[in-house]
């Protein structure tokens, strides 16, 4: 009679394998959490600067563009300064990965305060997603061109 060979597993083991199972089965989400997204850059139609009329003087950028569907939305914008004279905004988007959405082209508008402090005075551009426009800025006030 051919004898069989059995594994023992001592009982921490098996305990840890019956705790690990349900976590492997399930992908090992400890909770469902937000829903996935998918990033992506915003289709810019214009950018225009404009002057906030308070003291101090300060600068916004007006930034108007469309959003591909009704489940994508503005995510951030982000402002870097490239050069000395040349500002760089950044708009992302955010759409729910596993969301049904109507394909309808939506119009967005979005204002951005710039951050010029410590800027020297002279014409400075700004690039947003690709459409650029030029500004002066005085150093305390500045003059949309």
């Given at each position: 009679m051919a004898r069989r060979?059995?594994?023992?597993?001592?009982?921490?083991?098996?305990?840890?394998?019956?705790?690990?199972?349900?976590?492997?089965?399930?992908?090992?989400?400890?909770?469902?959490?937000?829903?996935?997204?998918?990033?992506?850059l915003a289709d810019v139609s214009s950018v225009e600067v404009r002057r906030v009329e308070e003291y101090p003087a300060r600068l916004?950028?007006?930034?108007?563009?469309?959003?591909?569907?009704?489940?994508?939305?503005?995510?951030?914008?982000?402002?870097?300064?490239v050069s000395n004279n040349k500002l760089v905004l950044t708009v992302t988007t955010e759409r729910p990965v596993r969301e049904v959405c109507a394909q309808a082209v939506t119009p967005f508008e979005i204002t951005s305060p710039l951050m010029l402090e410590g800027l020297p005075p002279g014409e400075y551009s700004i690039a947003v997603n690709g459409v650029s426009t030029t500004f002066r800025w005085s150093g305390n006030a500045a003059i949309p061109e």
């Open positions: 060979s059995c594994v023992v597993l001592p009982r921490a083991a098996l305990l840890g394998l019956l705790v690990l199972l349900p976590c492997l089965l399930s992908g090992c989400r400890a909770s469902k959490g937000p829903a996935e997204y998918i990033f992506g916004s950028a007006v930034v108007r563009g469309v959003l591909r569907d009704t489940c994508t939305r503005v995510d951030s914008v982000r402002q870097d300064l």
